[in-house]
């Protein structure tokens, strides 16, 4: 009977480099106003592949809402490294952009203010 081998890896070409996971916190620092924060993190690249793009984590394609109350911070999402082997989440921040809208509520007033960045 033939010997039974299985495609194996070195652990010293395959072992993770740094951190594999990243986390986007949003925080709201007022001390007097609630937020409606409409958030999203894209690849700037037109591609739908994270194939040569520079980019080494899985992006999601729709914003995404949150709320925060005063003094008060949510993580946003988290992110998993493609390959854990690569020592970045992205090679450059021009690969990337953040989208923002931001809803601002004065809770003593009940008034709205809308800012988009």
């Known amino acids: 009977m033939p010997d039974f081998l299985a495609n194996t890896r070195s652990w010293e070409e ?3 480099v740094g951190a594999v996971m990243l986390k986007v916190v949003l925080t709201n620092k007022s001390t007097e106003k609630d937020l409606k924060v409409w958030y999203r993190l894209a690849a700037k690249s ?3 592949s994270t194939e040569g793009n520079g980019l ?3 992006l999601r394609e729709s914003m995404r809402k949150y709320y925060l109350a005063r003094k008060n911070q949510r993580t946003a999402e988290t992110f998993v490294k ?3 082997t690569k020592n970045y989440f ?3 921040t021009d690969d990337i952009k953040v989208e923002l809208d931001v809803v601002v509520r004065n809770t003593s007033a009940g ?3 809308s800012n988009t960045g």
Do not use: V
């Open 46 to 48: 037109t591609a739908s």
């Open 90 to 92: 992205f090679k450059s």
């Open 82 to 84: 493609i390959d854990p």
């Open 111 to 113: 008034e709205m203010q």
């Open 56 to 58: 080494n984590l899985a």
């Open 14 to 16: 395959t072992k993770r």
